[in-house]
T-cell receptor, first 110, second 117 residues
Framework: RKEVEQDPGPFNVPEGATVAFNCTYSNSASQSFFWYRQDCRKEPKLLMSVYSSGNEDGRFTAQLNRASQYISLLIRDSKLSDSATYLCVVNTNYGQNFVFGPGTRLSVLP | EPEVTQTPSHQVTQMGQEVILRCVPI?????FYWYRQILGQKVEFLVSFYNNEISEKSEIFDDQFSVERPDGSNFTLKIRSTKLEDSAMYFC???????????????FGPGTRLLVL
């Protein structure tokens, strides 16, 4: 089983739609979780950290379910500028080995 | 806003040649990383560096790879004898200490696109 798995995508949604991304991780000892976005041929940029209680930042909501080893990202009222690849990132222990998922590509269409 | 910088942005080299990729992390950061991303594939962790030594490395980071912080600002990745399969985008990242180990936010540089012919 791969360490971090994500919806294969791509997701093509109209502007204003709500879209949800799912991510699962295999290492139950994983301690920290993040969502990054990556535009084509650019570096990953942190979107948000994911906390146990769940957290929200504007139109973005992240949830963590440790029992199911599952992380989600919800984007409400999607904008054209949200088009990117969304990367789920897991830190597998207290060290600095951050494991990236393969990413899910989102295209928001006018 | 402070940012991670990388040079060169692109490098083309012949198989078997040595390359050095350079990074200037954010100045007050303590942890430094190298990742690579082969075209169309996921970002892969190579190595992390803290307190002037490697703290973790992946299976990809074999004896052909080395990292160095030669002065107070630069962080370099050297590939001793490049192979065709080393062609990829190489990202440097840095982070501060964070409240808990593993909670650090990583900031990525724009990457160096390496092409091995």
């Amino acid at each position: 089983r791969k360490e971090v798995e994500q919806d294969p995508g791509p997701f093509n949604v109209p502007e204003g739609a709500t879209v949800a991304f799912n991510c699962t991780y295999s290492n139950s000892a994983s301690q920290s979780f993040f969502w990054y976005r990556q535009d084509c041929r650019k570096e990953p940029k942190l979107l948000m950290s994911v906390y146990s209680s769940g957290n929200e930042d504007g139109r973005f909501t992240a949830q963590l379910n440790r029992a199911s080893q599952y992380i989600s990202l919800l984007i409400r009222d999607s904008k054209l500028s949200d088009s990117a690849t969304y990367l789920c990132v897991v830190n597998t222990n207290y060290g600095q080995n951050f494991v990236f998922g393969p990413g899910t590509r989102l295209s928001v269409l006018p | 806003e402070p940012e991670v910088t990388q040079t060169p942005s692109h490098q083309v080299t012949q198989m078997g040649q040595e390359v050095i990729l350079r990074c200037v992390p954010i100045s007050n950061h303590l942890y430094f990383y190298w990742y690579r991303q082969i075209l169309g594939q996921k970002v892969e962790f190579l190595v992390s560096f803290y307190n002037n030594e490697i703290s973790e490395k992946s299976e990809i980071f074999d004896d052909q790879f080395s990292v160095e912080r030669p002065d107070g600002s630069n962080f370099t990745l050297k590939i001793r004898s490049t192979k065709l399969e080393d062609s990829a985008m190489y990202f440097c990242a840095s982070s501060d200490s964070g409240e808990l180990a593993g909670q650090e936010t990583q900031y990525f540089g724009p990457g160096t696109r390496l092409l091995v012919l």
